[in-house]
């Protein structure tokens, strides 16, 4: 019983710096222009996912093709995310309204280590 609950105490004080660390990741400038392969998923009752390319340069250097998004300052990584997903419903309508629409929108997401840039916030 007394191995029990020190690894319950362990677990106890590991899961909540976990989920700490996840939340303080610093969302960058995302920039992305629709059309192409770039397309919104609705799910029912989730979030919104955006599948798109990653471009070749970073957005302050040359605007991301069609279907493209980029990093505003810094180059994406080829094998690094393809998705964006809506943190909030808010955010959700945001991006189905921009990839209904077309053009370029810009948006701040983090990285969650799974693939999926996290929306956090939007800009007009």
């Known amino acids: 019983m007394k191995h029990f609950l020190c690894i319950f105490a362990v677990c106890a004080v590991?899961?909540?710096?976990?989920?700490?660390?996840?939340?303080e990741k610093p969302?960058?400038?995302v920039v992305c222009k629709t059309g192409g392969k770039l397309f919104a998923r609705v799910m029912s009752g989730?979030?919104?996912i955006v599948r798109f390319a990653p471009a070749t340069a970073a957005a302050k250097d040359a605007a991301p093709a069609d279907g493209q998004c980029a990093f505003k300052d810094s180059v994406m990584d080829a094998k690094g995310p393809q998705r964006l997903r809506s943190k909030?419903?808010?955010i959700g309508a945001f991006l189905v309204d921009k990839v209904l629409k077309g053009g370029t929108f810009e948006v701040q997401a983090f990285d969650n280590g799974k693939g999926i840039l996290v929306v956090?916030?939007?800009t007009p």
């Open 46 to 48: 989730g979030p919104v």
């Open 88 to 90: 909030t419903p808010a």
């Open 120 to 122: 956090t916030a939007t």
């Open 27 to 29: 969302s960058v400038a």
């Open 14 to 23: 590991a899961l909540p710096a976990a989920a700490q660390t996840a939340a």
